[in-house]
């Protein structure tokens, strides 16, 4: 069996699958509020104790590679130490998804721990993408360039959608949105992503939920002489974005709050939309034409609202289909982990 563990800051989420990727029991829990994540995981793990010797791999979502790690990766001591020195590249996501492990190879000692990156897809990006025009010498040192994130949420959906309409993936042009509390776009050509939202860190790309997306590079350097370098780090990670302008966290109560006419929420929605707008029209340009734009995540594949009011002034896509693909980001790591 397999056992799937996706570790995030705000929710733990799992599936256990036997080997033909059947869903055999599933799981998961919000987190956003709660003080104590470790007793948090380690009951959710519990859930699935039982299984222990039947527990062959567990597939652990990891957001990083560092550009180290391409394919799944088994873990070992040495591997684990180095994906640790990773997280501050992904303060969002990795630090847990390394409990994750953590906690799994002391509940579950027989198993094979198995890292899979959101980062995987996107190695087939080209230099004229993937390059930051900064100095090489400080690129080359430091390891800085563009890796992409949600990775395993974009394959996913492009797949499957390819299948919903009965196309080949391999043969097809494709924008997909994951939309979720981070949010990113994807373009996607003949199989292969060719250019992606976010970059270096997942904090590139879209405004987010309270991810500040794409600034100035100025406004931080006016910002560091005033404000110590981790309190900026907190703020354009959890303060800044949809958070930052209308003081919200959650679509929903975004949505709810516009309802009822709160103007700093309306504005926050519409320049979440816009923003995401700017770069689906960026990537039509690339691509030269969408047959397939998906949305997917929290937010894509839950909102038909916040997708009508993305696609409805892009008269560019009458000829493209559209379609909203709930993710399963759990049964994606499954198939690679399978594999292993």
Known sequence: MILVLNCGSQSIKWKLFDNNL????????????????????????????????????IGHRVVHNGG??????????????????????????????????????????????????????????????????????????????????????????????????GKDFKKLKIITCHLGGGASITAIDKGKAIDTSMGFTPMEGLVMMTRSGNIDPGIILNLESRIKNKELDRILNYESGIKGICGLSDMRDVLAAVKKNNRRAKLALDIFVYSIQKYIGAYFTILGGCDLLIFTGAIGSGSAKIVNMICRPLPIFKNTKVLSIKSDEELAIAKKVLNV
Do not use: M, W
Request: aromatic fraction near 12%; hydrophobic fraction near 35%.
């Open 22 to 57: 059947k869903v055999k029991k599933e799981g998961g829990v919000s987190v956003f509020e709660s003080k104590n994540y470790e007793k948090v995981l380690l009951g959710e793990l519990s859930k699935v104790k039982k299984y222990e010797n039947e527990i062959a791999k």
């Open 68 to 165: 180290k790690f391409k394919s799944p990766l088994v873990i070992n001591r040495n591997n684990l130490e180095n994906l640790e020195k990773l997280n501050h590249l992904a303060p969002l996501h990795n630090p847990y998804n390394i409990l994750g492990i953590k906690f799994s190879q002391s509940v579950f000692p027989k198993a094979r721990q198995i890292a899979v990156f959101d980062t995987g897809f996107f190695s087939t990006l080209s230099e004229k993408v993937y390059i930051y025009p900064i100095p090489e010498k400080i690129r080359k040192k430091y390891k800085i360039r563009k890796f992409g994130f949600h990775g395993t949420s974009h394959e996913y959906a492009a797949r499957r959608g390819s299948e919903i309409i």
